[in-house]
C-alpha cells in the first residue's frame, strides 16, 4: 500500500492506499477497538475517523495496545486521519476541537486533519436533523487559517478538505498558503468523479475514495453499486467479488481509498485488490458507461433559510 504524493510537500505523503474506516452507526468502542487492533494485526496502516464519529478513543487505545502487543514498533506505523465537524468549523474553535481529537486518540499529532464539510452548523450542534437555526455562514479563509495554524504547530501533518465541489477547491486554492493535501470525496463506479478527479490531479491534491461500495445498509446508501449487473459480470469472469471489482477500479484511478468492515474475512478480502490481478480495458469502458448518480447528496445540509438553499448551491451544479 504505497504512499499518495503530497501537494504541500511535493514529497512523498505516506498514506497508504486502502483505509479502513470507522462511521458506524451508533457509538460501539468496544467493537471497534477490538476491530481496529485486529486490522492493524494483519496489515492495516491507515485508519480514518472523525470527531463526528465517536470512535477516535476506541482508534487509540487499540494503537497503544497494538504498539504494547508488538504488532507496530510505534504509532508512527500508523496514518490517522479525524476530521472537523461543521459545528468546530469557525476560526476561534478549530485548534481546540484538533486538541480535543488528540485527547481522545490519546496522540500527539494526526496525520491528516480534515474539514469534514464546507458547512458552519453553530457550536454544540453535532447531531441531526438540523434545523435553519442551527447553520451558519462556512468561512472558508477563517477556517482554513486555523487549519494551517494546526499544520504549523505539528499537530495535524497534513490538512484537507472533505466533500468540496471543482468550484469550492478553486476558491480555498485561491488564497490558502498552505494547499490541501487531500479532497475526501464519495467514489464508486456510481459516481465517478472524473471532472473532481482530473482538476485534483492538476493542482495536485490526492483524492480519497469514501463509500466505494456505495454505503448499503447506511441512512443515505444505495445498493446501486453493489447491485450493479455490470459489475456482477465483471466479477465473475474475474472469480472476485463485487467488492473487490469496485475497489480495485477505484484503486486503479490512483485514489486511496476507504473500506469499512468489522468481519475479518472481509477485511482481508478488501486488502486483496492490489497484486496479482487487474481489471481489463473492456471491463474499465463497461464500467465507465455505467449511469452516474451521487449517492451521498448532503440533503441535511440544504435549507431555504440557510447558507445553502438547493443541491446545487451545495456542489456548485456539479451533481
Given at each position: 500500500?504505497?504512499?499518495?504524493?503530497?501537494?504541500?510537500?511535493?514529497?512523498?505523503f505516506a498514506?497508504p492506499?486502502?483505509?479502513?474506516?470507522?462511521?458506524?452507526?451508533?457509538?460501539?468502542?468496544?467493537?471497534?477497538?477490538?476491530?481496529?487492533?485486529?486490522?492493524?494485526?494483519?496489515?492495516y496502516?491507515?485508519?480514518?475517523?472523525?470527531?463526528?464519529?465517536?470512535?477516535?478513543?476506541p482508534?487509540?487505545?487499540?494503537?497503544?495496545?497494538a504498539?504494547?502487543?508488538?504488532?507496530?514498533?510505534?504509532?508512527?506505523?500508523?496514518?490517522?486521519?479525524?476530521?472537523?465537524?461543521c459545528?468546530?468549523?469557525?476560526?476561534?474553535?478549530?485548534?481546540?476541537?484538533?486538541?480535543?481529537?488528540?485527547?481522545?486518540?490519546?496522540?500527539?499529532?494526526?496525520?491528516?486533519?480534515?474539514?469534514?464539510?464546507?458547512?458552519?452548523?453553530k457550536?454544540?450542534?453535532?447531531?441531526?436533523?438540523?434545523?435553519?437555526?442551527?447553520?451558519?455562514?462556512?468561512?472558508?479563509?477563517?477556517?482554513?487559517?486555523?487549519?494551517?495554524?494546526?499544520?504549523r504547530?505539528?499537530?495535524?501533518?497534513?490538512?484537507?478538505?472533505?466533500?468540496?465541489?471543482?468550484?469550492?477547491?478553486?476558491?480555498?486554492?485561491?488564497?490558502?498558503?498552505?494547499?490541501?493535501?487531500?479532497?475526501?470525496?464519495?467514489?464508486?463506479?456510481?459516481?465517478?468523479?472524473?471532472?473532481?478527479?482530473?482538476?485534483?490531479?492538476?493542482?495536485?491534491?490526492?483524492?480519497?475514495?469514501?463509500?466505494?461500495?456505495?454505503?448499503?445498509?447506511?441512512?443515505?446508501?444505495?445498493?446501486?453499486?453493489?447491485?450493479?449487473?455490470?459489475?456482477?459480470?465483471?466479477?465473475?469472469?474475474?472469480?472476485?467479488?463485487?467488492?473487490?471489482?469496485?475497489?480495485?477500479?477505484?484503486?486503479?484511478?490512483?485514489?486511496?481509498?476507504?473500506?469499512?468492515?468489522?468481519?475479518?474475512?472481509?477485511m482481508?478480502?478488501?486488502?486483496?485488490?492490489v497484486?496479482?490481478?487487474e481489471?481489463?480495458?473492456?471491463?474499465?469502458?463497461?464500467?465507465?458507461?455505467?449511469?452516474?448518480?451521487?449517492?451521498?447528496?448532503?440533503?441535511?445540509?440544504?435549507?431555504?433559510?440557510?447558507?445553502?438553499?438547493?443541491?446545487?448551491?451545495?456542489?456548485?451544479?456539479?451533481?
Amino acid at each position: 500500500m504505497s504512499g499518495a504524493k503530497d501537494a504541500a510537500a511535493g514529497a512523498v505523503f505516506a498514506m497508504p492506499r486502502i483505509g479502513m474506516g470507522t462511521a458506524v452507526q451508533g457509538p460501539k468502542p468496544e467493537p471497534i477497538r477490538r476491530a481496529v487492533l485486529r486490522a492493524i494485526e494483519i496489515g492495516y496502516r491507515h485508519f480514518d475517523t472523525a470527531a463526528h464519529y465517536e470512535t477516535e478513543a476506541p482508534i487509540g487505545a487499540a494503537a497503544a495496545e497494538a504498539v504494547r502487543s508488538g504488532a507496530i514498533a510505534s504509532r508512527g506505523d500508523l496514518f490517522i486521519t479525524s476530521k472537523l465537524w461543521c459545528s468546530d468549523a469557525h476560526r476561534d474553535r478549530v485548534l481546540p476541537a484538533l486538541q480535543q481529537t488528540l485527547r481522545n486518540l490519546e496522540m500527539e499529532y494526526v496525520d491528516l486533519f480534515l474539514v469534514h464539510w464546507p458547512v458552519s452548523l453553530k457550536p454544540g450542534r453535532y447531531k441531526g436533523p438540523f434545523t435553519a437555526d442551527d447553520f451558519a455562514p462556512f468561512d472558508m479563509r477563517a477556517v482554513w487559517e486555523a487549519m494551517e495554524e494546526c499544520h504549523r504547530l505539528g499537530l495535524a501533518k497534513a490538512i484537507g478538505v472533505c466533500n468540496f465541489s471543482c468550484k469550492k477547491l478553486e476558491s480555498l486554492l485561491s488564497f490558502a498558503t498552505i494547499p490541501p493535501a487531500v479532497n475526501q470525496v464519495e467514489v464508486n463506479p456510481v459516481w465517478q468523479q472524473r471532472k473532481l478527479r482530473e482538476m485534483c490531479r492538476e493542482k495536485g491534491i490526492q483524492i480519497c475514495a469514501y463509500s466505494p461500495l456505495g454505503a448499503k445498509g447506511t441512512h443515505w446508501g444505495s445498493d446501486s453499486v453493489m447491485g450493479s449487473g455490470v459489475l456482477h459480470d465483471i466479477a465473475v469472469s474475474k472469480g472476485k467479488t463485487v467488492a473487490q471489482v469496485c475497489l480495485r477500479w477505484v484503486y486503479e484511478q490512483g485514489d486511496c481509498l476507504i473500506v469499512k468492515s468489522f468481519d475479518e474475512a472481509r477485511m482481508r478480502e478488501n486488502l486483496d485488490i492490489v497484486d496479482g490481478w487487474e481489471l481489463t480495458e473492456e471491463d474499465r469502458r463497461r464500467i465507465a458507461g455505467i449511469p452516474q448518480q451521487k449517492i451521498n447528496r448532503g440533503l441535511r445540509f440544504v435549507s431555504e433559510q440557510g447558507p445553502y438553499k438547493s443541491l446545487d448551491e451545495l456542489w456548485d451544479g456539479e451533481i
